[in-house]
Nanobody
């Protein structure tokens, strides 16, 4: 069982930056691939980024490629999402998720989810 808690969300102006953190419980965090997803008001939840258990493989949605960076510190049981050059369309609730196999882009492939953290980008 893995419990995930996101933090770091907030209100930021367009062009600004935020770093989201996701802290995981459990001693097997290093064996889990991690992902970030987001859900904007009135929209479906969508994939943002994913990282393998080792950090050696990462995936990004086209909409965030070059602006967002996913990383992890297994010693701290934490995964991060560094978000730069934020746009109003990045406004959403951001969720982290974990799965015990390789990094993946599809929501149904993830077993554990956090409660989410709100990111609001003003224009």
């Amino acid at each position: 069982q893995v419990q995930l808690v996101e933090s770091g969300g907030g209100l930021v102006q367009a062009g600004g930056s935020l770093r989201l953190s996701c802290a995981a419980s459990g001693r097997t965090f290093s064996s889990y691939a991690m992902g970030w997803f987001r859900q904007a008001p009135g929209k479906e939840r969508e994939f943002v980024a994913a990282i393998s258990w080792s950090g050696g493989t990462t995936y990004y949605a086209d909409s965030v490629k070059g602006r967002f960076t996913i990383s992890r510190e297994n010693a701290k049981n934490t995964v991060y999402l560094q978000m730069n050059s934020l746009k109003p369309e990045d406004t959403a609730v951001y969720y982290c998720a974990a799965r015990s196999l390789s990094a993946a882009r599809l929501q149904y492939e993830y077993d554990y989810w956090g409660q989410g953290t709100q990111v609001t980008v003003s224009s």
